[in-house]
């Protein structure tokens, strides 16, 4: 079992920046690919950004590519999310979810492809 917690999210302005936290339990992360997701009120979850096991490749939203960054640091268990210029739009539930996969480059962007998930941080963009 992997536990994984957020941290870091909170109210910023617009154009203000913000740097999530995905940190992991229970067992080690060197072997998931990790994605970090949104849910919006009313909207449905999406996938903003995933990062492969090893860290080499990634993915982006076209909504957020430019401007966030996913990283991961396998020996401190934990994956990053770096978010600068936000938007109002960017408001929302950010999650961050593990899948064990034996594909080192492998990413996944789909929410029933995950096997863990965290509760989530609120994410606040004020105009």
């Known amino acids: 079992q992997v536990q994984l917690t957020e941290s870091g999210g909170g109210l910023v302005q617009a154009g203000g920046s913000l740097r999530l936290s995905c940190a992991a339990s229970?067992?080690?992360?060197?072997?998931?690919?990790v994605g970090w997701f949104r849910q919006a009120p009313g909207k449905e979850r999406e996938c903003v950004a995933a990062v492969t096991w090893i860290g080499v490749g990634t993915y982006y939203a076209d909504s957020v590519r430019g401007r966030f960054t996913i990283s991961r640091d396998n020996a401190k268990n934990t994956v990053y999310l770096e978010m600068n210029s936000l938007k109002p739009e960017d408001t929302a539930v950010y999650y961050c979810?593990?899948?064990?996969?034996?594909?080192?480059?492998?990413?996944?962007?789909?929410?029933?492809?995950?096997?863990?998930w965290g509760r989530g941080t609120q994410v606040t963009v004020s105009s």
């Open positions: 979810a593990a899948k064990g996969t034996t594909l080192p480059t492998t990413y996944y962007t789909l929410q029933y492809e995950y096997d863990y």
């Open positions: 229970g067992r080690t992360l060197s072997s998931y690919g």
